[in-house]
């Protein structure tokens, strides 16, 4: 079992940024790919970053490449989302995944192991 806490959500202006935290406890935290993800009202949850477990990799959904970083550190147990040039769009409960399935790393139903979400709500 992994325990994931996010934090680090909260209220901010379009064009402004955020930093998300999730804390992972429990099982061997470096053995998993971690991913973020994001759903907001009557949409779909829809992935948003991964990052390999030695953290040498990282993925990107289109919509946020180039403003969003994921990274991790291992010896804190924690991975980040850096959130820059946030858009009124970016609005969504935003929740940490960590990876124990085959599939692709874009898809959620490969992440057995999921946090309680922290709400990102960008105002215009």
């Known amino acids: 079992q992994v325990q994931l806490v996010e934090s680090g959500g909260g209220l901010v202006q379009a064009g402004g940024s955020l930093r998300l935290s999730c804390v992972a406890s429990?099982?061997?935290?470096?053995?998993?790919?971690m991913g973020w993800f994001r759903q907001a009202p009557g949409k779909e949850r829809e992935f948003v970053a991964a990052?390999?477990?030695?953290?040498?990799?990282?993925y990107y959904a289109d919509s946020v490449k180039g403003r969003f970083t994921i990274s991790r550190d291992n010896a804190k147990n924690t991975v980040y989302l850096q959130m820059n040039s946030l858009k009124p769009e970016d609005t969504a409960v935003y929740y940490c995944?960590?990876?124990?399935?085959?599939?692709?790393?874009?898809?959620?139903?490969?992440?057995?192991?999921w946090g309680q979400g922290t709400q990102v709500t960008v105002s215009s």
């Open positions: 995944a960590a990876k124990n399935g085959f599939g692709h790393y874009s898809d959620y139903s490969s992440y057995g192991y």
């Open positions: 990052i390999s477990w030695s953290g040498g990799s990282t």
């Open positions: 429990g099982r061997t935290f470096s053995g998993y790919v």
